[in-house]
């Protein structure tokens, strides 16, 4: 699918909040996807970064999509683990979500997000196991 066909389906497969993070899609291949995520100011936390929370929603979206990608269609599915590691903070105006499907069964699928920084730095990674039902 393309980057335009997957955000086009956003606001019919993810809860309006999820929408409302203004995500952009870049690419999109078979199986993964890149994401411009702009670090909104409702983003920030009181250490004057990017809360973890927003973090972990754009990681676990982006390899929602990647599966939708991988499929070439929507079909319900949920997430079942999710596992983040923070690096770095998050700096600049906005952040890089790269993920991919490592690894799908008839049930199971195994994916993985990079959060970069604008310069390119890893600052988060996430591994996470989706359920198709």
Known sequence: MSPQELQALMPSVFAPWIVAMEMELLESQPGSVRIRLPVKQEFIHVGE?????????????????????????????????????????ITGDHCIVTAKILRRGRKLAFGSSDIANPDGRLAAQATGTLTLL
């Open 49 to 89: 970064m990017m809360c973890g929370q927003a973090v972990m929603a754009a990681a676990d979206t982006a390899m929602v999509l990647a599966l939708i990608n991988e499929l070439g269609e929507f079909r319900p599915l949920t997430t079942a683990q999710l596992q983040t590691s923070f690096l770095r903070p």
